[in-house]
């Protein structure tokens, strides 16, 4: 079998928008979000450990938020919608008061204020997270 001009042509155009799509799709969180959505119960039982240690005492200690500390991470849309990346990176730096996306004007230290979590213990605080806020959904499910 012979191969054409338009055959490499055509198998080129396909890997080309292949690769675009996948760029495109990572970097709004689409593939990343999908990829991330499984959670590894172990990482999650050392997350729940990890926050109650950095996180409960503004997020209080079923994540349902805290009056003028920290919000209610059951529902929270940011960590819903954010990649794993993007919540691990937003834990790693924090946010200022002034911060224009900021909900509550309050000060997010740098990891919860303990220096000494790694990205791999953000990231089994983001898995904790996630089946804190998947036990939230299904409550509120049963609810309606």
Do not use: W
């Not at 990343?32 to 050392?46: E, L, N, T, V, Y």
């Not at 209080?60 to 819903?80: E, V």
């Amino acid at each position: 079998m012979k191969l054409r001009t338009r055959d490499f042509v055509l198998v080129g155009c396909v890997l080309v928008v292949t690769a675009v799509l996948y760029i495109v799709l990572s970097r709004r969180g689409g593939l990343a979000g999908a990829q991330s959505r499984a959670i590894d119960p172990m990482a999650a039982a050392h997350g729940q450990q990890l926050y109650m240690k950095s996180c409960a005492v503004c997020h209080g200690q079923q994540a349902q938020g805290m009056p003028h500390q920290g919000i209610d991470l059951r529902s929270s849309k940011m960590i819903a919608a954010g990649s794993d990346a993007e919540v691990v990176e937003f834990i790693r730096t924090g946010r200022l008061p002034n911060d224009p996306k900021s909900v509550t004007g309050l000060y997010m230290p740098p990891k919860g204020g303990n220096t000494t979590l790694g990205d791999e213990h953000l990231a089994d605080i983001v898995a904790y997270l996630r089946t804190v806020q998947q036990q939230h959904q299904k409550m509120a499910n049963v609810a309606e």
